[in-house]
């Protein structure tokens, strides 16, 4: 018989660091807002890309869900520039 951990998240498993694995839940979840944003919206990348004030290519990557070329910061100020805020709350 084989015992495995649990994880409470699908990042505690592909991280060991839990900073690092709270850090890519939180970009995750910012990552899937904007898209959400940008797929309701009806935008282009090059549309998009305009509206959040990047280049193209990034909006590439964040439809592709390349996770590493994001910082926290970078997807709060992209939703900052359409109008959304993010809270806080620690569990």
């Known amino acids: 018989m084989t ?5 409470h998240n699908v990042f505690e498993a592909l991280e060991d660091n839990p900073a690092m694995a709270q850090n890519l839940k939180i970009r ?8 959400q944003y940008i797929e309701d919206a009806g935008l282009g990348q090059k549309e998009a890309a305009d509206v959040f004030g990047v280049h193209q290519p990034r ?33």
């Open 3 to 7: 015992i495995s951990k649990g994880y």
């Open 28 to 35: 995750s979840e910012l990552m899937i807002a904007l898209r």
């Open 59 to 91: 909006i590439s990557d964040l439809m592709r869900g390349k996770i590493d070329k994001f910082t926290i910061d970078r997807l709060v100020n992209m939703l900052a520039r359409i109008g959304k805020t993010v809270k806080v709350k620690a569990a």
